[in-house]
């Protein structure tokens, strides 16, 4: 049973556009979303996060999106350059326990 | 610096040989974790552990096995019983219960069997 639904699985998109990547959850009582960013060969990395308390979270040209009710969730990136290019994770939690991933999306910026 | 240190970055083993996957942590976080990532596959998780002496299985801990002796200290030994070990392995720590979720991520140890 996945708990966390990443889409899509890649993406492309032309310098300067925006990325739009969607999370979708199952599990009511997950209180901490956060987004993660990996370049190949290295480890993740938070990005940003946000809680249900909030619609949205904007840090630079990285902002989420948080919708409760449908239990959804999505990272926009807006002005996308070359150097975003890499994969994303969407994660969901509970209660500051483990954490359960996305199965990532690989996003590619081209010039 | 602060922060999650793996060793080695890569790793060879053979066939029907068991191996340790170190990792360390000088961020004083409580919890620890091993994950597995697969291409196209996301993020899997072995094992992972809330407090020192103790330690639960993830999703697909088969073939694997933990130690939390320390607080700082994780390592993860893969089995011969892991029928496909090769893979990149990240380690994670975390502050834990009733603080900040955020997870922080070694740079893996790719492990090759051969």
């Not at chain 1, 300067?16 to 987004?35: H, M």
Request: with cysteine; aromatic share 12%; charged share 20%.
């Amino acid at each position: 049973q996945q708990q966390v639904k990443q889409s899509p699985q890649s993406l492309i998109v032309q310098k300067g556009g925006i990325s739009i990547i969607n999370c979708a959850y199952e599990n009511t009582a997950f209180d901490y979303f956060p987004w993660y960013q990996q370049f190949p060969g290295k480890g993740p990395a938070l990005l940003i996060a946000i809680r249900p308390d909030v619609s949205e979270k904007k840090e630079g040209r990285f902002t989420i999106s948080f919708n409760k009710s449908a239990k959804q969730f999505s990272l926009h990136i807006m002005d996308s350059q070359p150097g975003d290019s890499a994969t994303y994770f969407c994660a969901a939690s509970k209660n500051a326990g483990k954490s359960t991933f996305g199965d990532g999306t690989t996003l590619t910026v081209k010039p | 610096d602060g922060g999650i240190t793996q060793s080695p970055k890569y790793l060879f083993r053979k066939e029907g040989q068991n191996v340790t996957l170190s990792c360390e942590q000088n961020l004083n976080h409580d919890a620890m974790y091993w994950y597995r990532q697969d291409p196209g596959q996301g993020l899997r998780l072995i094992y992972y552990s809330q407090i020192v002496n103790d330690f639960q299985k993830g999703d697909i801990a088969e073939g694997y096995s933990v130690s939390r002796e320390k607080k700082e200290s994780f390592p993860l030994t893969v089995t011969s019983a892991q029928k496909n070990p090769t893979a990149f392995y990240l380690c994670a720590s975390s502050a834990g219960e009733d603080r900040d979720t955020e997870a922080f991520f070694g740079q893996g140890t790719r492990l090759t069997v051969v």
